[in-house]
């Protein structure tokens, strides 16, 4: 989910929140381990996950929340960012 509720003040642009469903497969080795990329370039926010899904969204300046939700447990995350 990308929540854009704050990004403007501007009520004709659209802030609502941007979300889609993304499964993770279960292997005899066990479940795939979920990999976030996430790109942000002059207003756009482009979210990949393990290469089968993406949400993009425009941003208009203001905060902006990316929540990822999960019905089971959750183990380490590491971010990372890189300034280009």
């Known amino acids: 989910m990308i929540?854009?509720?704050?990004s403007s003040?501007?009520?004709d642009i659209n802030t609502d929140t941007e979300h889609g469903k993304h499964t993770l497969f279960e292997t005899v080795s066990g479940w795939e381990k979920l990999e976030l990329y996430m790109l942000y370039d002059h207003g756009i926010l482009e979210v990949f996950a393990n290469d089968r899904f993406v949400l993009s969204t425009r941003l208009y300046g203001g905060p902006c929340t990316l929540e990822?939700?999960?019905?089971g447990d959750v183990g380490d995350m590491l971010l990372r960012s890189w300034k280009v």
Do not use: G, I, K, M
């Open 68 to 71: 990822a939700v999960s019905d």
């Open 9 to 11: 003040d501007d009520q």
């Open 3 to 6: 929540r854009r509720s704050e």
